[in-house]
């Protein structure tokens, strides 16, 4: 029998428009224990209809299609450690359009945590994850405490918060 350290959650993520408001559209199209396994399902979907409209190679990385997001998750590890609390409110992208925006920030984060010079959202949530956590192996899919931080940095750097 063969024991498996780590899941992979493979999910298509794009925006729709729906009645004259964007929308996130998230897709979860399978949990395989394996990245050929994962590799072998985007060729399929990357083929199919909706899929192969939205999807293309990102970036100039062959191995990286938009629209899908590949998150690997360790077995029998919690994803959310603590409490959390919501941070919500309107942010203005467009002087003409506020967005309603909901973040869930895990509760030990403290939003006056100062970043370094030059970091980036994604330096910084790791940054604050390795701290936590002493360690690099975290989740990181969209509903994960890294990925609730980045996206915080990312609207803070951005001045929309």
């Known amino acids: ?38 590799n072998e399902a985007i060729k399929v979907y990357t083929l199919l209809l909706g899929f192969k ?6 970036g ?22 603590g409490g959390f609390f919501t941070y919500s409110g309107y942010i203005n992208e467009q002087e003409d ?9 895990p509760s030990w984060f403290s939003k006056d945590t100062q970043d370094q010079p030059g970091e980036n959202s994604i330096d910084f949530a790791e940054r ?3 701290q936590k956590y002493h ?5 990181r899919g969209p509903q994960s405490e890294f990925y609730q931080i980045k996206k ?4 803070y750097d951005k001045q929309l918060l």
């Open 1 to 38: 029998m063969v024991k498996f350290k780590y899941l992979y959650d493979l999910q298509h993520i794009d925006e729709i428009r729906i009645e004259d408001e964007e929308e996130i559209n998230v897709k979860r199209l399978g949990i395989f224990t394996s990245k050929k396994q994962i």
């Open 53 to 58: 409209d939205k999807c293309k190679v990102a």
């Open 60 to 81: 100039g990385y062959d191995d990286l299609i938009e629209g899908f997001f590949i998150s690997r998750m360790p077995i029998g590890v919690s994803e959310w450690e």
């Open 97 to 105: 359009e506020d967005i309603e925006m909901t973040l869930n920030l």
């Open 128 to 130: 604050i994850m390795q």
């Open 135 to 139: 360690t690099s192996d975290y989740p």
């Open 152 to 155: 915080f940095k990312e609207l």
